[in-house]
C-alpha cells in the first residue's frame, strides 16, 4: 500500500465527518486485505506513447515487457500476445495474489 491511498482515503473520511469514529484509513485497508481485496495505485502510462494513434503502454517491470492498450477493438497486449479486457483484469489479479502470497512468506 502507498501512502498516497492512506492519505486519499484519510481525506475522504475527513470531508464526510468520519474522522471522529475512531477509524483510520490503515484499518480500512486492513479490513480490505483481510477479505482479499486489493487496493492498487495504477501507475502511470509510459510518456513517450500517450496519445499517439498507437495505444497507451506501461512498463511491465522486465526487460523489454510493455503493456499495451487499444481501444477499437478494445484489446490489451503484453508484449505481442492479446488478451481481451476481462483476460487482462483477470491475470492481473491472479498476479497481485501472487506477490501478496510471495511477501507473506518473507
Given at each position: 500500500?502507498?501512502?498516497r ?5 484519510d ?11 475512531g477509524?483510520e484509513?490503515?484499518?480500512?485497508l486492513?479490513?480490505?486485505k ?8 495504477l ?21 523489454d ?6 481501444t ?12 481481451r ?18 511477501e507473506?512468506?518473507?
Amino acid at each position: 500500500m502507498t501512502d498516497r491511498i492512506e492519505t486519499v482515503i484519510d481525506e475522504w473520511m475527513d470531508a464526510h465527518g468520519m474522522d471522529d469514529m475512531g477509524l483510520e484509513a490503515q484499518d480500512l485497508l486492513d479490513r480490505f486485505k483481510a477479505a482479499r481485496i486489493a487496493v492498487v495505485k495504477l501507475p502511470e502510462p509510459n510518456a513517450a506513447h500517450v496519445g499517439d494513434g498507437d495505444g497507451t503502454e506501461w512498463e511491465t517491470g522486465v526487460p523489454d515487457g510493455l503493456v499495451t492498450a487499444y481501444t477499437d477493438p478494445p484489446e490489451i497486449f503484453i508484449d505481442s500476445d492479446s488478451l481481451r479486457v476481462d483476460q487482462a483484469r483477470t491475470l492481473a489479479a491472479a498476479l497481485l495474489a501472487a506477490a501478496d502470497a510471495a511477501e507473506a512468506s518473507e
